[in-house]
């Protein structure tokens, strides 16, 4: 679906970092208290999961009264975010459906842009209504971690890590990263959807790892969970060796189908999966060679990125609904092109200077 005619200058209009820092002590701290509550935060499929520190989580049934909408990789694009809200605000508007509900696939910041402001107003999005929202850890997400001292980070660009540390003097800055640390230990690693959607933001255990899974059934096994958020697709390969010395390694359409068999045997169907992670050019692909278990990569990213070699600057964001069955369907945000780059000015190569340098007012 190409979504073009969204009122633009509204859009531009939320893209305002002082608004939202100036509700930062608020927005903090309604956050804390919900990660505080003796029960839980309640947020979507949390009634789910199996245990309370279950991350891979069996939902029992899926609610069809009220859209869900998927939002992939936003790395601080605050533009993005705000383009997706409107889209969903505009469905359910015209089609007089309920109150959408969201679940995002991970990694929020790094990669310059407006890490803390995606960050913030995904706090409110939560806190607005918890049982609407579902966050799960990407791969930079899960890499954050604080030592009671300092932010620190095991992946690069590691920016926002730099960011926390740059303002620890700053109480709610320091306090929204601690908070940000919290959410993202309790996030889950994936969703199985009872259609036999598989949702995550990397991939599912390597192979490797299914005869010991078809043993123990362990789902939240370290190495399984890592590969949910870690794992890379390859869009021809049949099949691909897992490296165990580097977290991202590739899997290949004949490795996510012996997945798809293992997971059934273990009371578990998937057949097919969406997954952010990977920054494809066109913000979204699906890859033919997976025809007989469909895989969809979405994220949502109005520019390139500076470690994106190719392509054009601006981009078209995208995001997906959910639909029973199948794929989810994608949706494509054609931000206008100057405000792409008004709001992420094209740096000369090699320019020691960032339009987004994350500074607090």
């Known amino acids: 679906m190409e979504v073009e005619d969204l009122d633009w200058q509204g859009v531009r209009n939320a893209v305002n970092p002082s608004s939202i820092r100036a509700n930062m002590r608020s927005i903090v701290e309604r956050m804390e208290a919900l990660l505080d509550r003796a029960d839980g935060p309640g947020m979507l499929f949390e009634n789910d999961r199996a245990v309370p520190a279950d991350k891979v989580i069996q939902i029992s049934a899926m609610d069809t009264t009220s859209p869900l909408w998927i939002v992939g990789d936003l790395h601080g694009d605050l533009l993005a975010l705000e383009a997706a809200l409107a889209a969903m605000r505009g469905q359910a508007s015209q089609t007089g459906e309920a109150k959408p509900r ?29 049982d609407r929202v579902c966050l799960i850890a990407g791969n930079h997400d899960e890499a954050l971690s604080y030592d009671g001292v300092r932010f620190a ?19 709610w800055i320091e306090r929204a990263g601690k908070v940000a640390v919290r959410l993202f230990e309790h996030a ?5 959807f009872p259609d036999g959607l598989l949702v995550v933001h990397g991939g599912f255990p390597l192979v490797d790892l ?67 992670h990977d ?20 994220v949502a990213l109005s520019r390139r990125l500076s470690r994106e070699s190719f392509g ?50």
Request: net charge negative; charged share 25%; hydrophobic share 40%.
């Open 279 to 298: 920054h494809v050019e066109e913000r979204y692909a699906a890859y033919p060679a997976y025809r007989a278990h469909p895989v969809l990569t979405t």
């Open 312 to 361: 054009s600057y601006e981009r078209v964001p995208t995001m997906a609904q959910f639909v029973e069955g199948t794929l989810p369907q994608v949706y494509r945000l054609h931000i206008p092109a100057d405000m792409i780059r008004e709001v992420y000015p094209e740096l000369a190569p090699g320019s020691p200077e960032s339009e987004t340098i994350q500074e607090p007012h």
């Open 188 to 192: 889950p690693r994936a969703l199985f």
């Open 102 to 130: 969201i679940v995002f696939l991970g990694d929020l910041f790094d990669d310059e842009g407006f890490g803390l402001e995606v960050l913030l107003r995904v706090f409110e999005l939560i806190t607005e209504a918890p």
């Open 210 to 276: 299914h005869a010991r899974l078809a043993e123990t059934g362990d789902w939240n096994d370290p190495m399984c969970l890592s590969d949910f958020v870690w794992t890379r697709a390859h869009p021809k390969a049949r099949k691909k060796l897992p490296n165990r010395f580097s977290r991202g390694s590739q899997f290949g359409h004949e490795d996510f189908a012996a997945f798809c068999s293992l997971s059934a045997g273990l009371g578990r169907p998937v057949t097919h999966m969406v997954r952010g």
């Open 153 to 171: 980070s095991s992946v690069t660009p590691s920016d926002f890590a730099d960011f926390l540390n740059a303002n620890l003097a700053h109480e």
